[in-house]
């Protein structure tokens, strides 16, 4: 889900000696910090949690960010998809992540229908999920047709994290949602790097079997 991710949890043990001072303990993981973990090799994992008792967990057993996904609609909720999940309901489930934790980045989901409808409907949203919800930045899915969200978000400080591959919340789609297999698609690389370069964004491919290392790239 990020540029250097550990998807498979993997075994870190090999760089804690080395970085045991490079991660903070006195605050909050910000995107440089894990923009500089990447850049000195080291790998990094990010999971998903929805309560305060799963978070905890993980982020002492060394998880760096953690994601509150709209895929708790079914997770949690029981719902047959992520369409119904509300910015209400996904705004609880981030509170209770960051009360469980004090270390961990924590990303929140823009749900279906809270970006859609433009740049300004996708900063008055994420900016809740700032105040109300205390994350330190947001996901949301798509790659260029969802460009002028991204510029509105990062424009106004707030990292994100681009969502490209299965995308869930086209399920409705006549083509059904997109699936990768590897790595990112050949036809999204330039969707994936202008989300990369569109300012404080992390392009996060998903259903994926690796990471797309430092910079996406196109599959064989």
């Known amino acids: 889900m990020g540029s250097g ?8 043990k090999g ?15 910000t995107i440089r910090d894990l923009q500089a973990a990447t850049y000195r090799g080291e790998r990094w994992s990010m999971l998903t949690s929805y309560d305060t008792l799963t978070a905890g967990v993980f982020e002492q057993a060394g998880v760096r960010a953690l994601l509150v996904g709209d895929t708790s609609a079914e997770m949690v909720l029981g719902y047959p998809d992520t369409l119904p999940v509300t910015m209400d309901q996904l705004i609880s489930m981030v509170q209770a992540v960051v009360r ?13 229908g809270s970006y859609q409808a433009g740049p300004q409907a996708a900063l008055a949203n994420a900016v809740r999920h700032l105040k109300e919800g205390g994350a330190q930045a947001v996901k949301l899915e798509g790659g260029r047709r969802v460009l002028p969200q991204v510029e509105a978000l990062t424009g106004a400080g707030i990292p994100v994290m681009g969502h490209l591959g299965l995308t869930p919340q086209s399920v409705n789609d006549p083509e059904g949602p997109p699936v990768v297999a590897t790595q990112v698609p050949g036809h999204q690389v330039p ?9 404080r964004s992390v392009p996060g491919p998903t ?11 196109r599959t064989r």
């Open 15 to 29: 760089t804690a000696m080395s970085t045991a001072t490079a991660w903070p303990d006195d605050r909050r993981i």
């Open 191 to 199: 969707a994936a790097r202008g989300v990369h370069h569109s300012g």
């Open 100 to 112: 469980g934790t004090r270390t961990a980045l924590v990303v929140a989901d823009l749900p279906f």
């Open 207 to 217: 259903c994926s079997c690796r990471a797309p290392g430092r910079r996406p790239s």
């Open 5 to 12: 991710a550990n998807h498979g949890g993997g075994d870190q």
